[in-house]
Nanobody
Framework: QVQLVESGGGLVQAGGSLRLSCVAS????????MGWFRQAPGKEREFVAS???????YSADSVKGRITISRDNNKNTVYLQMNSLKPEDTALYYC???????????????????WGQGTQVTVSS
């Protein structure tokens, strides 16, 4: 089991930027895909972006062009750079880790074996 700790959330005005970080511990980080999901009040949790162990990236259509997911394997950290934020981006953002190594393709909720506690992102209009 891997432990995930997110940080970087906060309150930002529309059009602003935030960078979320997620530090992983407990297993070999560079073998696993990592992802970000979010859940807004009253809505189901949804996929935001993921990055494979080979650094292939995927993002949801709703954030495409505005977010960048990256990873630093030396720091066991995955990042989510979010620009041009909109009020509809307001949500609790979760970091998640794949349950099996070496997987390619987009990361789904069902693939994830570990989740962080979440970091709140609030975008004011």
């Amino acid at each position: 089991q891997v432990q995930l700790v997110e940080s970087g959330g906060g309150l930002v005005q529309a059009g602003g930027s935030l960078r979320l970080s997620c530090v992983a511990s407990g297993r070999t980080f560079n073998r696993y895909a990592m992802g970000w999901f979010r859940q807004a009040p009253g809505k189901e949790r949804e996929f935001v972006a993921s990055i494979t162990w080979t650094r292939s990236t995927y993002s949801a259509d709703s954030v495409k062009g505005r977010i960048t997911i990256s990873r630093d394997n030396n720091k066991n950290t995955v990042y989510l750079q979010m620009n041009s934020l909109k009020p509809e981006d307001t949500a609790l953002y979760y970091c998640a880790a794949d349950s099996v190594p070496w997987r390619s393709g987009i990361l789904t909720e069902q693939d994830c074996g570990s989740w962080g506690q979440g970091t709140q992102v609030t975008v004011s209009s």
